[in-house]
């Protein structure tokens, strides 16, 4: 069953301290999403990747987040220095591009890692 | 601007009691609406793509319809295990493969 995988499922961190989260797509998925979800702001894009090329990331704060796809098969999501306003769950989504026949537009989901920081 | 309300923001029903959950949304040039369930600590579970009004489909006891304003989710007869939350979300021809994401409809479903 193909699935977006996440990791860390959970992360406590002190503030001050570097947060990697990481991502492995669904094999074949060409475009990669980072999302943000808090229980004010609901479900908020970050950025997202299409053949590993960073396409948007206006939803980022650039002076503390970044984004990469060192390959097809991991995408990563640091925080340097982190605060306490970054306690939220971070979700990783893939898909294909738009017009493509397989499983057209849609997006799926991994199950997120649950940042704290403290 | 892509832009998704959901209504109502929690709902609670008996077993067996059919409703719907509304998503209003205004986008430059519809390419899909996407309808997904999620479950306390996990991500998003898709259910549903539409592409143009008038369309509907149908899982088990949901069924998705849309409307060039708006798409339903109808819940006929629900189970305990319908409780979640379902949230709607949009891709506009303008946004690239984004979906923009109503705050969504927490479903409870007493038996």
């Known amino acids: 069953d193909a699935r977006v995988t996440q990791t860390p499922r959970h992360k406590v961190t002190e503030m001050g301290q570097e947060v990697t989260m990481r991502c492995q797509p669904i094999l074949g998925h060409n475009t990669v999403f980072w999302y943000r979800q808090t229980m004010m702001q609901g479900l908020e894009l970050l950025a997202y990747?299409?053949?590993?090329?960073?396409?948007?990331d206006s939803g980022m704060p650039k002076d503390r987040f970044s984004a990469e796809m060192p390959d097809a098969t991991l995408a990563t999501l640091k925080i340097q220095p982190s605060e306490p306003r970054d306690s939220a769950v971070y979700f990783c989504?893939?898909?294909?591009?738009?017009?493509?026949?397989?499983?057209?537009?849609?997006?799926?989901f991994g199950e997120g890692s649950w940042l704290t920081v403290v | 601007e892509d832009q998704v309300t959901q209504s109502p923001e929690a709902l609670r029903l008996q077993e067996g009691e059919s409703s719907s959950l509304n998503c209003s949304y205004t986008?430059?040039?519809?390419?899909?609406l996407f309808w997904y369930r999620q479950d306390p600590g996990k991500g998003p579970e898709f259910l549903f793509t539409l592409y143009s009004a008038g369309e509907e489909k149908e899982k088990e006891r949901l069924k998705a319809t849309l409307t060039k304003k708006e798409s339903f989710l109808h819940i006929t007869a629900p189970k305990p295990e319908d409780s979640a939350t379902y949230l709607c979300a949009v891709q506009g021809e303008t946004s690239g493969s984004r979906l923009t994401f109503g705050e969504g409809t927490q479903l409870t479903v007493n038996p």
């Open positions: 990747f299409r053949n590993r090329a960073p396409l948007d």
């Open positions: 986008v430059s040039g519809l390419r899909g």
């Open positions: 989504a893939s898909g294909l591009k738009p017009g493509t026949t397989y499983s057209g537009n849609t997006i799926y």
